[in-house]
């Protein structure tokens, strides 16, 4: 069974910084597409970032350059490390696990597996 379970959420002002984790366990995210996906209040689910089992990584233009996707293979566990956080990243931050050896997919129904979500909150 396949378990995802996100921390480091919190509030923080604007031009701040959050890393959130996704302990994983039942996949291994080395050998998986990893993603990041959020949903802010009246919005749908957007793709943020993933990442390839190969170590390749896509990123929404909205966080390109700001937002770095990673992973420790040891600890199985996902990172999203924020710089320069703005009001508009305001949102529940979801990981998903994707196809083993697969590419990560902005479309979020190709996903079978969700973490619970952790709240990030970007004050002005």
């Known amino acids: 069974q396949v378990q995802l379970v996100e921390s480091g959420g919190g509030l923080v002002q604007a031009g701040g910084s959050l890393r959130l984790s996704c302990a994983a366990s039942?996949?291994?995210?080395?050998?998986?597409?990893m993603t990041w996906f959020r949903q802010a209040p009246g919005k749908e689910r957007e793709f943020v970032a993933g990442?390839?089992?190969?170590?390749?990584?896509i990123y929404a233009d909205s966080v390109e350059g700001r937002f770095t996707i990673s992973r420790d293979s040891a600890k199985n566990t996902l990172y999203l490390q924020m710089n320069s956080l703005k009001p508009e990243d305001t949102a529940v931050y979801y990981c998903a696990a994707g196809r083993r050896f697969g590419v990560p997919s902005p479309n979020g129904t190709e996903y079978s597996y969700w973490g619970q979500g952790t709240q990030v909150t970007v004050s002005s």
């Open positions: 039942g996949r291994t995210v080395s050998r998986s597409a």
């Open positions: 990442i390839r089992w190969n170590g390749g990584t």
